[in-house]
């Protein structure tokens, strides 16, 4: 599996902000051309380590970066990559060669036993499928093959916690600062925060340009509705909120308003008890409203409603509860031409008070369907959430009208679009931070807008992303010097 990094052409010039920002984002998109980590400290070493121990070790480099597998290759480690804290691979986006060759980019699994690749799974795991190397400590009575789900064999390799050094760090981190933190750590802070606004503003206009072909496939309404379900699906359930928005189209909700919230949780699945008894009293008669009105139509419907696998329930705040979504999603069907009036104005303020605004007599102090009511009240969108949906919907989505013939060009929309605070980080945007900045103290001062956040985003996906020599070969250093 040899992996070829693919970089994207330059953005037509229609889809520009204004001549300057054209030019910031155009020089980005040349020199891209041209070219976990909130985790509390690990527990001290014991008589006999832990596998979470064992694999800080492991990321640590302490076994080395030098291996013979199971079967006799030689292996080496060119980048041990990221330390994954949700389901899946221990360690994501990893480089190994293996016998020499080009360096193979894919997953790393560890594991205390090599059976523990088929007892935990892993061999029908989709998630497995790129796994290059698994690492074991304790070896079967008799030989064992870890396998994928394609049954490709997975290379092996056998470590011995017998040879490590009795010292270990306690506060190792998730993700290692690259080699490009020398050089931006002598930059000035305002050429830094050029580069990140020059990739930040080449980010904005490759969503624009996504959502532009989904304009013309779709419409703009159908569009907008698709991308404002993605949005209140999160990371974990962006597919099935996809779905919902492809499987009921805003027009036919428009149609069956009065249907339009009890269709919604019903393709989402969400209706399938008839016995009201399972639910609480106080929500027995919001659901009675809903299946009543969700009966008629479900057996015309039966082939579009999501099966229950699809969702994500568990891991995800109670305020971020996919059913309150579905909620959120379906009120905004219901007050669509509210929403297009202030969509309209191309202002971040107007757009976020009607959020802001939005209500529900039932969701506004429930989480779920099953859930007793909240004695506190809840946002049916939160600012957070808001947040998200102007820098990855609205700016993107009013940056492809302008790139419609038929719509005269407006003022630029950078300058309110770089004065969006970012309001939430998460584990993705922590490494890229600590990959290019390291313990920069004006770390910090480079993640308060959701401007900056994106561009390091950028910044992470076309170098560190790209990259299979462990920073060794990355060309982003010597970019940065050039950078004015």
């Known amino acids: 599996m040899r992996v070829v990094s693919t970089h994207s052409t330059p953005l037509r ?18 020199m891209r051309v041209a070219a976990r980590v909130r985790e ?12 979470l121990e064992l694999q800080a070790r492991w990321f640590a480099g302490d076994f080395g970066k030098q ?30 060669r293996l016998n020499g060759s080009e360096p193979i980019r894919g997953n790393i699994e560890f594991d205390l036993t090599d059976r523990n690749w088929e007892a935990h799974g892993h061999a029908t795991n989709p998630a497995f499928e790129n796994t290059v190397l698994h690492v074991f400590v304790h070896a079967s009575d008799r030989t064992f093959f870890a396998r994928t789900r394609s049954n490709r064999e997975v290379p092996q390799v056998h470590v011995d916690p017998n040879a490590l050094p009795e ?10 600062p690259g080699r490009c933190q020398a050089p931006l750590k002598d930059l000035p802070a305002e050429r830094m925060r050029s580069v990140l606004e020059a990739a930040a503003q080449f980010r904005l206009q490759r969503k624009a340009a996504r959502i532009r072909n989904k304009i013309d496939n779709h419409g703009c309404d159908e569009a907008l509705f698709q991308e404002l379900a993605a949005a209140l699906g999160y990371k974990e359930n962006k597919l099935p909120f996809t779905l919902l928005a492809q499987r009921l189209p805003l027009k036919l909700l ?15 699945g969400f209706l399938q008890a008839p016995d009201l008894d399972v639910y609480e009293r106080s929500t027995r ?9 969700w009966w008629p139509q479900r057996d015309g419907l039966q082939r579009l409603i999501l099966p229950a696998k699809l969702w994500r329930l568990s891991g995800t ?18 007050n669509w031409p509210a929403f297009q009036r202030s969509s309209g104005k191309r202002s971040s303020s107007v757009a976020s008070d009607f959020f802001q605004a939005l209500d529900h007599p039932f969701w506004n102090s429930h989480y779920t369907l099953t859930a007793e009511t909240s004695p506190k009240e809840m946002a049916l969108i939160g600012e957070s959430r808001i947040t998200e949906i ?24 950078w300058p309110e679009y770089a004065k969006l605070p970012a309001r939430l980080s998460n584990r993705r945007l922590e490494t890229a931070a600590m990959r290019l900045f390291g313990n920069d103290p004006r770390r910090p001062q480079f993640l308060r807008t959701v401007a900056h956040q994106q561009g390091l985003l950028q910044i992470y996906e076309d170098f560190c992303m790209q990259d299979n020599s462990d920073c060794a070969q990355c060309p982003f250093p010597e970019q940065m010097r050039k950078w004015q």
């Open 285 to 293: 008669k919001y659901v009675r409203q809903l299946w009543d009105n």
């Open 40 to 51: 509390r400290a690990l527990f001290p070493s014991q008589r006999i380590p832990s596998e």
């Open 254 to 268: 428009r149609q069956q308003s009065t249907d339009c919230e009890a269709l919604v949780f019903g393709i989402a």
């Open 13 to 30: 010039a229609s889809l520009s902000l204004d001549m300057t920002d054209e030019q910031n984002a155009n020089r980005y998109a040349q």
């Open 390 to 413: 102007l820098a990855n919907v609205l700016f993107p989505f009013w940056l492809a009208e302008d790139a419609d013939p038929s719509t005269p060009f407006r003022t630029s929309l």
């Open 317 to 334: 705040r109670p305020l971020n509860h996919p059913q309150r979504r579905v909620a959120a999603l379906a009120t905004l069907a219901h």
């Open 167 to 176: 010292t270990f760090s306690a506060n190792l981190p998730l993700a290692r």
């Open 67 to 96: 291996f013979i597998t199971t079967n006799g290759d030689k292996i080496d480690i060119v980048q041990f990559g990221i330390w994954n804290r949700e389901a899946g691979p221990d360690f994501s986006d990893a480089a190994i």
